[in-house]
């Protein structure tokens, strides 16, 4: 059981969308990720007042054949991993702070 | 580089993506370093309205890796205000100063801003040989406490030792005081020409001897045996392969907008006060052109042995008259490592030794003067 529901970004992150992937950098200790389509749609939606399950419903199951527990699943393990580096920031209530805006596709 | 990295910059250069840009907001520095390529007066540089605005577009257009560096960041009295802004805009940024100017305050709001890395000139570990070099009595002691306080606040450091004449024999040293502090350690060994072209400050290069040194020196190269091996053949691959990022993936902009492939290929290839960036990186011939140069249309760089291998600078091979043509200055570096001559080295010997008779008839009728200083060094650069 997931002890959050809620989820930001971080404002110590270096980010740019690059084609169809996302590039993630944490400012705090320069651990770079590439995110692939999927997991850069997650990226872009998590605003810290959205629940993580909202967001997987509406932005996930509706574009991909996917079943929406294994879909939570998942993105639980991809937030959870970016958290850990000080990318996102998790909590079980709606996070206040403000996200580092969204990168334009490029 | 990691997988990623290389992952990242290939994909970048099949987009036609700009992933790393050098901005220099001000040619104007505290430091007056005696082999600085840069003048140090104010020609009109952006504003802050400007430069908010380039980096905006700069954002759009794909940049991911920003390098901010001068003359000093810090003598912009607007320097965090840019600096701010262009963390909004989440760059990854690494900043290049001489860091007289970092105190704790200026440390703490740098940590805060979530700079990736800054960089500190630093050329000895003998403050009257630094500050010879600056030309800035106390600066040594500055600049090491700049990099004590950023450590302090956890930021990532790296102190770059360029080397010349002057402090050829301090890097083991400094590479010993940046462990000390905590602080990466990288040497540059090449003095490059002022971007006007003026090139007297090559004559602060280390010489050969001491270059070949530099570059058997495990601690700096890694494995000394495979660094320093002999070129081997080159093959289709290597002639078709680009020459380096410069204008490909990566571009520099002036404090006056101007835009060139890197730092050190001075090559105006667009001003962004009077054209989009994003329309500079994309339409200017001039990046086209650097685009389109592999070491197949190298003349004599494609038929050397040290072509696969070589270094070579095409912004040094541009300033020494030709962007197609060889960069002595990187034959002389294949040299110092392999202690091969590059077929450039080959052809300028040979076109010197027809010279060195009427030298040599110089020599013996006047005293050892400028001139015959000046011709002596050269031979010891050639490296051949």
């Known amino acids: 059981m997931k002890s959050y529901r809620y989820v930001a970004r971080s404002k110590a992150i270096a980010a740019r969308v690059l084609g169809d992937e996302t590039m993630v950098m944490s400012a705090t200790n320069s651990t770079l990720f590439t995110l692939d389509e999927v997991a850069s749609l997650i990226w872009e939606a998590v605003d810290g007042v959205t629940p993580l399950d909202e967001i997987i419903a509406s932005k996930i199951c509706t574009q991909y054949d996917v079943d929406e527990e294994v879909a939570l699943m998942d993105a639980a393990a991809l937030v ?3 958290a850990e580096h000080g990318i996102l920031l998790l909590s079980d209530q709606p996070i206040a702070v403000p996200c580092a805006p969204k990168m334009e596709a490029v | ?3 990623l990295v290389v992952e990242i910059a290939a994909k970048a250069l099949k987009l036609n993506i700009p992933l790393s840009v050098q901005l220099d907001l001000t040619y104007r520095c505290n430091e007056r370093c005696i082999h600085c390529y840069l003048d140090h007066d104010d020609h009109g540089e952006m504003t802050t309205a400007e430069i908010k605005n380039l980096l905006d577009q700069m954002a759009e257009a794909g ?6 560096s001068g003359g000093e960041i810090m003598m912009r009295r607007d320097f965090f205000e840019i600096l701010e802004h262009a963390r909004l805009r989440t760059f990854c940024i690494k900043l290049k100063t001489n860091g007289v100017l970092i105190r704790e305050k200026e440390a703490q709001r740098l940590r805060e801003l979530g700079v990736e890395s800054v960089q500190i000139s630093i050329y000895s570990h003998r403050a009257e040989v630094h500050d010879e070099i600056t030309k800035m009595p106390g600066s040594f002691r500055q600049s090491i406490d700049a990099v004590r306080f950023l450590r302090q606040q956890g930021l990532l450091v790296t102190m770059a030792n360029v080397l010349m004449t002057q402090n050829a024999a301090d890097y083991k040293s400094v590479r010993l005081l940046a462990a000390e502090l905590d602080a990466k350690f990288i ?6 020409p002022m971007m006007d072209g003026d090139r007297s400050i090559l004559n602060l290069n280390v010489d050969k001897a001491a270059l070949a040194e530099v570059f058997r020196n495990g601690d700096l190269v890694g494995n000394v045996e495979e660094f320093c091996a002999p070129p081997t053949s080159v ?3 290597a002639l078709d392969s680009l020459p380096c990022s410069a204008g490909h993936t990566a571009c520099y902009v002036s404090p006056y907008g101007d835009v060139y492939p890197c730092v050190q290929f001075p090559m105006p290839s667009g001003n962004v006060r009077t054209t989009k960036f994003v329309d500079i990186w994309r339409d200017s011939p001039q990046l086209k052109e650097v685009r389109g140069i592999t070491l197949r ?11 696969a291998t070589c270094t070579r600078c095409p912004g040094l091979a541009y300033l020494e008259g030709n962007m197609r043509g060889p960069s002595y200055q990187d034959c002389e570096k294949s040299f110092a490592r392999t202690g091969i001559p590059s077929e450039n080295l080959k052809a300028r010997n040979a076109a010197k030794s027809s010279q060195t008779l009427d030298l040599v008839q110089i020599k013996g009728l006047q005293p050892a003067g400028k001139n015959f200083v000046a011709h002596v060094t050269e031979e010891n650069a050639v490296g051949a």
């Open chain 2, 63 to 68: 940049v991911f890796y920003l390098t901010i």
């Open chain 2, 1 to 3: 580089m990691s997988g």
């Open chain 2, 297 to 307: 249309d190298m003349p004599t760089c494609s038929k050397c042995t040290h072509g």
């Open chain 2, 187 to 192: 040497i540059d060994p090449t003095i490059t």
């Open chain 2, 235 to 237: 093959d289709a691959d």
């Open chain 1, 80 to 82: 959870e991993t970016l």
